[in-house]
Each structure stands twice: as structure tokens, then as C-alpha cells.
């Protein structure tokens, strides 16, 4: 059994959820009715209300002590002072140096590193500035009006979910389209809605070596080129944001049009990193130091705050109760709020790429659940799809709610129901509808005898379903900063306590082996026969259909 399970914190909440897993919520709020003020907490303007959940002051209690007993507190200042946490590939972590003013100290192997964020952050103002004014242009003199990311998994999802989330702060001049998948129809579909005279594609890729970004930038080239007639037009229509310089010369692409980042911040951390120069040029440079200002001020929070006062703390251990004591497989991200359509995207890698991880730090296999399927779609369009699984299904599914006060879009009624939506959700799926409410309820409606005894059993909603409501006015660089930055703080809690790397991908890197091994099978003269019978029989049928 390991440490954790036998520690006196685990075998704590252990009995603890034994205690009250038979509690309802109901019961709990009529008979407190300061719940919400015992359990919501506020940062400057976001409201996160976790009064909805399957606890009382004793599960909170309970729960400090397990991240106490796991050194949270440490490992929050080892994170932050730049320690090598990423031990598997002896990295530093420190996505929060981005995020930092300019007369910080963060040291990485007795160096500040803040110096170089800055200088980067001055070389995309400078850029985003001139493109956005049409100082720089393309090839023929023309003013950029597409801006092209080629990149995958975190050097796309971040830029792609910022971009669309803050689009009333986008420019009206300005289309951002992303391309991430080898599939030739993303890049296909893309380029049939450019015009390559005012084009600019952004190659994103901290490795600079990934098939899928590389191809895209290649077929993205020949179009260019092919387009404008002159290779001397890839100067000026293209950029790219690596940490490996040589590859991008190599590409081709001007160097003066190449921005770095370090192998200290990770892929799905990297939004902040000049990965994020399709939002700052989308959103304008002031704007995106509003998103950057927005992460640091919830780093001051995490690192200060005592942990039951603890944003990121109390989500991530709020998970870790339901996840580890409760046994529920996943947790279901619902944005009401159409601009945050791909939050839900962008946390399922941010947080099973991080923490979907079946050894701990020490290489042992965890005797213990670690990270589940987080999943979602915006409200109300999920509530006519799977709310009915929530709401009635087998399995409990926690769920996070998020929406701000006010729309961007105040037309007629529309903000008002949306959010009478939200709230009517996380209520119902706390109360439930007792079998005599739902039999009052038929009666009311005239049933009577076999057929109100027959629906019964389908009118009955169990409750006790949890859910934590996150609220924020409007939804401005500076709100979403502090979003983003409450789910990367959150995963690095429960990582710590389940004694996990959060922070490297080797499942990932797999399958990139795997592809860049079979490929050239699939155009092979002779067939096949070196993998197991599926496999052989999957790349023969391909060898022997295939039209081009
Ligand atoms: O998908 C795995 C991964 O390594 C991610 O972590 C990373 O964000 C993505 O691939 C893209 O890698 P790169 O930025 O090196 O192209």
C-alpha cells in the first residue's frame, strides 16, 4: 500500500466520506443558512462557489490537512522559485516567470530569467504593433488581414481558445484562423478562405519538429509561394515561435520574425510564452498584458493565501474528494458563455495531459486514481444533450459552472435566461425531485392510478449532484488570465498530492514515435507482415486502395 493510501490525512477522509456520504445537500442548506458564506470564496471579482458540494466544514478540514501532510505549501514555493519539479526531463516549471513585471527575480540554474521574458514580450509588442498598424505588410505591399497558427496540442489550444474567448477585443481588421491536424482537409479548408497577399502564418512549435505542425508549414509554404511567385515572399508572410532556433532557420523563416521561449515552460503552459503572438496580434499588445496580469495576480494568490482561502486549493481538492473518494471517473466543464466554447478543449489537455500519469515521482505505479476525463460543451447546448446523464444517470459527475454577470451581447432576454439556465442547473442537480414531489407534481397535472405509478419512477431526480460555480463580470483579458491560471494552479495541487510529475507527456511523445515509424510501411511495394494481424491487415488494405 502506498504512503498516501496509509497516511493517517487519506484514512481520515476515508472513514470522513463513510460518515457522510448518505448527507443531502438539501438538508445541509436548510438547516445552514450561511452555507454559502462558509463556502465561497472571491478574488477580485471572480466568485467561485463551492457551497453545492457533498461536504461540510469537516470534509474542508480533512481535506487541508491531506495537502498540508503532502507539503503543498513547499511545493507551491519550489514550483515558483524555479526548482527542476519536472524531474523526468530535469526542467524547471515556471510558465508563472511569464507572467511576472519586469523587476522580478526568478533564477533557473543561478540566472534570472525575467530579463529574457521581457525582451521577448518587447519583440512581440514591436511586431504585433506594426502588423496591426500595417507598418509591416506582406510581399506585394498589402496589409495583413489573416493571421494563420500552425501548431498542435499547446501550440494551438491556448492561442485558439484566448483568441475566440476574447473576440469583442479582437481586431475588425483581423481574422485568426488555427490549422493543427495532419488531416490535409484542416489545412485545405483553411486556405480556401485566405487571400495569400494579406496572410501571415505563425508557425508554432516549441520542439520545431512535430509531423503535424512541420507538414502544415510546408504545404503552407508551397501555396505561398506558388501564390505570390517568388520565394522571397516566405519572409514576409511568415513567423514562428520555437525553442529551437536552428530548425526555424532551417524552415527558412527570417530570424528577425522568430520568437523564442525556453524549455522551462511546457507545451499546454505556454499561452503566456510567445506562443500567444496570434493573441497579442488578434488582441493588441495591451490587451494581452491584461491576460498576463490576470495569471499573475492569481500566482499571488495561490502563493499567499492560506490554503482554505485557497482558490486553486479548493478546486483541486474538491476533485481529488470526489475523483479518489467517491470513485467518479470524470468532471464536466460547463461555460455559459459562447466565447469560452473552447475552454472545454483547452483544459481536457491543460489537465489529462498533466496529470493522466500512472507512475509517482518516484517511478512507482500509484495504487491510487489519478486524473479523470474532463469533458463539456457550452450551457445551454449540452443541457439538450448529455444533462440527462447528470441528472439521472448512474454515475455522479461533478461539474464546474462558468459564467459572467454581463454579456457582450445585451440583446433582449437572451443574457437573463442564459443564466437562469445556469443557476436552475446547479440547484436542480443539487435538490433533486423527491419521489412525493414528483407524484404531487403528476397528480397536479391530472394523472391518476397505473399510469402516475408507471411515469413515477422517471420524475424522480436523485440530487446531491455536485457542482462549483464560477462567476466573473464580463469576460476581459484580465478575467480570463486569472480563469486559466486558477486550472493550472488547481492541477499542480492535485499532482502534488498524488505525488505526480504534472509536467512532462511521455504517453504523448509515444505515439510520435509510432506514426513517424509506420509511415513509410504505407507506401511500400511489398506487404506487410511485421506487426500483429490487425495492423498488417490495416496498412494492406490502405497499400491496396489507395487511389493517390
Ligand atoms: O501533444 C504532445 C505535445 O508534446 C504537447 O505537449 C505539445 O503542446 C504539442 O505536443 C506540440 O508540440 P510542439 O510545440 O513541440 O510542436
Request: charged share 20%; net charge neutral.
Amino acid at each position: 500500500m502506498s504512503n498516501l493510501i496509509s497516511s493517517s490525512a487519506w484514512q481520515a477522509l476515508y472513514s470522513h466520506q463513510s460518515d457522510i456520504r448518505n448527507l443531502k445537500m438539501r438538508e445541509l442548506f436548510a438547516t445552514d443558512s450561511s452555507r454559502f458564506d462558509k463556502f465561497s470564496l472571491q478574488i477580485d471579482g471572480l466568485l467561485l462557489d463551492y457551497s453545492k458540494n457533498l461536504i461540510t466544514e469537516k470534509t474542508i478540514e480533512l481535506l487541508i490537512n491531506l495537502a498540508s501532510q503532502s507539503n503543498l505549501s513547499d511545493w507551491i514555493k519550489r514550483q515558483f522559485n524555479g526548482e527542476k519539479i519536472n524531474t523526468s526531463e530535469s526542467r524547471a516549471v515556471l510558465h508563472t516567470a511569464l507572467r511576472c513585471p519586469p523587476n522580478s527575480t526568478v533564477l533557473v540554474d543561478g540566472k534570472n530569467v525575467i530579463p529574457d521574458v521581457h525582451r521577448v514580450l518587447d519583440h512581440i509588442r514591436r511586431y504585433s504593433n506594426s502588423i496591426r498598424s500595417g507598418i509591416t505588410v506582406g510581399h506585394t505591399g498589402k496589409q495583413i488581414r489573416h493571421i494563420v497558427n500552425i501548431g498542435i496540442g499547446g501550440s494551438a489550444l491556448g492561442p485558439l481558445m484566448a483568441c475566440e474567448a476574447l473576440k469583442p477585443f479582437g481586431s475588425k481588421d483581423l481574422t485568426a484562423h488555427f490549422v493543427s491536424n495532419v488531416d490535409a482537409t484542416d489545412i485545405a479548408e483553411t486556405l480556401k478562405k485566405l487571400d495569400a497577399e494579406t496572410t501571415l502564418f505563425i508557425v508554432s512549435s516549441k520542439t520545431f519538429t512535430t509531423q503535424e505542425t512541420l507538414t502544415n508549414a510546408h504545404t503552407a509554404r508551397a501555396w505561398l509561394v506558388k501564390r505570390l511567385g517568388s520565394e522571397l515572399a516566405v519572409a514576409k508572410h511568415f513567423a514562428a515561435v520555437s525553442t529551437n532556433l536552428s530548425e526555424t532557420s532551417k524552415f527558412g523563416i527570417n530570424p528577425e520574425n522568430v520568437f523564442e521561449f525556453w524549455d522551462w515552460v511546457g507545451g499546454r503552459y505556454s499561452l503566456w510564452s510567445a506562443i500567444g503572438l496570434p493573441i497579442a496580434i488578434y488582441i493588441g499588445m495591451e490587451n494581452f498584458e491584461r491576460l498576463l496580469a490576470g495569471g499573475h495576480a492569481m500566482d499571488e494568490h495561490f502563493r499567499n493565501a492560506p490554503l482554505e482561502k485557497n482558490m486553486p486549493a479548493i478546486l483541486g481538492l474538491l476533485g481529488i474528494w470526489y475523483g479518489n473518494f467517491f470513485g467518479t471517473g470524470s468532471y464536466a466543464i460547463l461555460p455559459y458563455d459562447q466565447y469560452l466554447q473552447h475552454f472545454p478543449a483547452y483544459l481536457q489537455q491543460l489537465e489529462m495531459e498533466s496529470n493522466g500519469k500512472r507512475v509517482d515521482r518516484e517511478g512507482n505505479p500509484v495504487d491510487y486514481d489519478t486524473h479523470f476525463v474532463v469533458w463539456g460543451e457550452p450551457g445551454t447546448n449540452g443541457q439538450h444533450s448529455f444533462y440527462q446523464l447528470i441528472h439521472q444517470g448512474t454515475r455522479m459527475v461533478p461539474a464546474d459552472f462558468l459564467a459572467p454577470l454581463n454579456s457582450y451581447n445585451p440583446i433582449g432576454e437572451h443574457h437573463a435566461m442564459l443564466l437562469s439556465n445556469c443557476f436552475a442547473q446547479t440547484e436542480s442537480l443539487m435538490l433533486g425531485k423527491t419521489e412525493a414531489e414528483a407524484r404531487a407534481e403528476l397528480i397536479a397535472q391530472g394523472l391518476t392510478g397505473n399510469s402516475l405509478e408507471s411515469l413515477l419512477p422517471c420524475k424522480v431526480f436523485p440530487g446531491n449532484r455536485p457542482t462549483n460555480t464560477l462567476l466573473f463580470n464580463q469576460l476581459d483579458p484580465y478575467t480570463l488570465g486569472k480563469l486559466i491560471a486558477l486550472y493550472e494552479h488547481k492541477i499542480f495541487v492535485q499532482s502534488v498530492v498524488w505525488n505526480i510529475n504534472a509536467f512532462d507527456q511521455w504517453g504523448v511523445e509515444f505515439g510520435k514515435q509510432l506514426a513517424n515509424k509506420l509511415l513509410p510501411e504505407l507506401r511500400s511495394e511489398e506487404a506487410i507482415s511485421t506487426h500483429d494481424s490487425s495492423t498488417n491487415n490495416l496498412i494492406n488494405i490502405y497499400r491496396k486502395r489507395r487511389i493517390s
